[in-house]
């Protein structure tokens, strides 16, 4: 079974400023991906930006990037030029590529609150 | 721009009673998930469809909770009898195939008291 352990409950920012959003995670699988959701409040969950584990290459979506450490399961967000619409919940999520079982595994959340 | 769709947005019940949720996924999308997210953690997958299929639904509680999806589009989740434990927010999410990027809905807050 895979586990995602986020260990940041909260964390703050002030506006223009970076921050990065821990995750780490337990797996035997090699093919899987890894995501970060954005659950902004009284809002659906959003896709901020996906990894695919078999590529080394670190995934970036504008002001979005992570640090995908393949080998020590670490899989950070970094969001740079914070705004206050960033202000949300952010979940890391583990999938593996195995058939039609593809269910998301999420951790507990870190809950962002970007200031002015 | 095309969303999943759930309703009711909010459900407040009183315990042993029955309730039901309802999703409707984007067009065109294969795969449906229930999740189902209690305060203060991330959600956890209670029932898996492709088309009209479970693929998975080893977490959901056989006893109380049903799920189906009978023409592979829309689908309802229902819980009976309800009891206070089960007050959450109920996700569903929708997906072209397994293994693509999987969209959420607004979810259904229940409250049961």
């Known amino acids: 079974a895979q586990t995602v352990t986020q260990s940041q409950p909260e964390m703050s920012v002030q506006e223009a400023e970076t921050v990065t959003l821990s995750c780490t995670y337990d797996t035997s699988e090699n093919n899987y991906y890894l995501f970060w959701y954005k659950q902004p409040p009284s809002r659906q969950m959003i896709l901020v930006i996906r990894?695919?584990?078999?590529?080394?290459q670190n995934a970036t979506e504008n002001r979005f990037s992570v640090n995908f450490q393949k080998a020590a399961k670490s899989f950070s967000l970094k969001i740079s030029d914070s705004q206050l619409g960033d202000t949300a919940m952010y979940f890391c999520a583990f999938m593996k590529l195995a058939g039609t079982a593809s269910k998301l595994t999420f951790g507990t959340g870190t809950r962002l609150q970007v200031t002015l | 721009e095309a969303e999943v769709a759930q309703s009711p947005r909010y459900k407040i019940t009183e315990k042993s009673q029955a309730v039901a949720f309802w999703c409707d996924p984007i067009s065109g999308h294969a795969t449906l998930y229930w999740y189902r997210q209690i305060l203060g953690q991330g959600p956890e997958l209670l029932v898996q469809?492709?088309?009209?299929?479970?693929?998975?639904d080893s977490q959901l509680p056989k006893d109380r909770f049903s799920a189906e999806r009978l023409k592979g589009v829309d689908s309802t989740l229902k819980i009976q009898p309800a009891e206070l434990g089960d007050s959450a927010m109920y996700l569903c999410?929708?997906?072209?195939?397994?293994?693509?990027?999987?969209?959420f809905g607004q979810g259904t807050r229940l409250t049961v008291v």
């Open positions: 469809f492709q088309d009209e299929s479970v693929v998975d």
């Open positions: 999410a929708s997906s072209f195939s397994e293994n693509t990027e999987a969209f």
């Open positions: 990894q695919e584990a078999y590529k080394q």
